[in-house]
């Protein structure tokens, strides 16, 4: 596959905690990539386990940003796109392996497509490569994220570009004109769910998200959450209020309403039955109280609102 020479500049940002045992395979995808970004940062969230030593004595061409603790996946992310200036800033996990072309084709799809303001790649699972890790989220009937094709496996309908809600930013592509309009990833998010309230965000400025089927990446799924036991329950229920909250239009919300009451009422039935029940309230709780802080963002949100509410209830599912 030929790829063509662009103009556009791109930065390549990872986030990393205690993933040293992922990064030889990450960086040396990103080495071989036919179109190298111009500069690649690894935002280091507090690692004990040697990953700064190990990229400098490995990757020197890697710029390494170092805090001092774990301060989550958007706080890091956001430090990676302040040091950079690049225009397009590519976003991937540690635990991550790109094929050759991955971000040539990233970087071709969207400066093809000025409606779209971000991209997502087709993800494999690592361990089973015909099987679709994912190819773009969208949201569920009753507004919880839902990543596309998780599960499936790969074919013909995984094989043609079109537009999605949103995607995963453990492989994405964005603009950085769309972050200098509404923002970067929400640090009072934490981790979790910050990729999703960013694509809602971006869908109601009127950026698109572009599914690139030719650009593939290759996942370890779940290979950080892992290490953290309840923590990703407690935030996901925690963080989906605060999505709600923040950027959905008041009309989608009487519209939506019995349909999100009966879907978190799935999922905290699902939570229970897993094990994970506690954590899960704990979240829902802390989401509450998260009410107020979020109106005051939907303000600034809705400010620059572009498209009808019917659009937004359009991205969630049937």
């Known amino acids: 596959m030929e790829i063509t020479a662009s103009v556009a500049t791109v930065a390549l940002i990872i986030p990393n905690w ?3 045992k992922h990064l030889d395979v990450c960086l040396a995808s990103i080495a071989a990539q036919s179109t190298r970004p111009d500069r690649t940062f690894l935002v280091d969230n507090g690692s004990s386990d040697g990953s700064v030593a190990f990229v400098a004595g490995n990757f020197p061409w890697v710029k390494c940003i170092t805090l001092p603790r774990n301060v989550g996946f958007a706080a890091a992310v956001n430090r990676g796109i302040e040091a950079s200036d690049e225009d397009f800033l590519a976003l991937l996990n540690n635990d991550t392996e790109l094929d050759v072309h991955w971000l040539g084709e990233m970087v071709r799809e969207l400066e093809s497509d000025a409606s779209a303001g971000m991209a997502a790649c087709k993800m494999l699972r690592f361990d ?3 099987t679709i890790d994912a190819a773009g989220d969208t949201l569920t009937r009753g507004g919880s994220p839902l990543t596309l094709g998780a599960g499936e496996q790969d074919g013909e309908k995984f094989n043609h570009r079109r537009y999605v809600p949103g995607t995963c930013a453990g492989a994405a592509l964005y603009r950085r004109k769309m972050f200098s309009r509404i923002g970067l990833f929400d640090e009072d998010f934490v981790s979790y769910y910050e990729d999703v309230d ?5 869908q109601l400025a009127g950026y698109r998200c572009l599914y690139v089927p030719t650009a593939v990446c290759y996942h370890k ?3 950080t959450s892992a290490l953290l036991k309840d923590f990703p329950v407690r935030m996901q229920e925690r963080n989906l209020t605060a999505l709600h909250v923040k950027n959905l239009p008041v009309s989608v919300v009487l519209m939506k309403a019995p ?3 009966i879907g978190r009422a799935r999922r905290l039935w699902r939570e229970l039955l897993a094990g994970v029940g506690p954590a899960a309230l704990v979240g829902l709780l802390q989401g509450v109280v998260l009410i107020p802080h979020m109106l005051r963002k939907r303000k600034g949100i809705h400010r620059f609102r572009s498209v ?6 359009s991205l969630f599912g049937s």
């Open 308 to 313: 009808p509410a019917d659009y937004i209830a």
């Open 221 to 223: 799924r779940g290979a």
């Open 198 to 202: 960013l694509s809602l965000r971006a």
């Open 128 to 130: 089973e490569r015909t």
């Open 259 to 261: 349909s999100i009451l």
């Open 18 to 20: 205690n993933g040293t």
